[in-house]
């Protein structure tokens, strides 16, 4: 059974940080496109990062502020999250897909994605 779990979320203050976890079990990370995904109350899901074999992709919104990174031997891809704001606040998701393809803007259409994990709250505020 293909299964995501995301931990590492909380409050912190504007301009803190934090690391994102999305741990994986029953299939590979280094076989699939592993995505970032967060959503706020009253809005769509934003695609924020995606990184596969091959490549890596990052939002506008989070580009030089958030960083992806993937540990096959621990089967986990994290999200660095620096410099954060009060607008970052939002659920975050982990999804992967064998349907993506990271170096394009696919990445950000969250019904490629097959697989989801439950997701975790990170507020950010003073």
């Known amino acids: 059974q293909l299964q995501l779990v995301e931990s590492g979320g909380g409050l912190v203050q504007p301009g803190g940080s934090l690391r994102l976890s999305c741990a994986a079990s029953?299939?590979?990370?280094?076989?699939?496109?592993i995505g970032w995904f967060r959503q706020a109350p009253g809005k769509e899901r934003e695609g924020l990062s995606c990184?596969?074999?091959?490549?890596?992709n990052y939002a506008d919104s989070v580009k030089g502020r958030f960083t992806i990174y993937r540990d096959n031997a621990k089967n986990t891809v994290d999200l660095q999250m620096n410099s954060l704001k009060a607008e970052d606040t939002a659920v975050y998701y982990c999804?992967?897909?064998?349907?993506?393809?990271?170096?394009?803007?696919?990445?950000?259409?969250?019904?490629?994605?097959?697989?989801w994990g439950q997701g975790t709250q990170v507020t950010v505020s003073s």
């Open positions: 999804a992967a897909s064998r349907d993506v393809s990271c170096y394009s803007n696919d990445y950000r259409e969250a019904m490629r994605y097959h697989y």
């Open positions: 029953g299939f590979a990370v280094d076989y699939y496109a």
């Open positions: 990184i596969s074999s091959t490549s890596g």
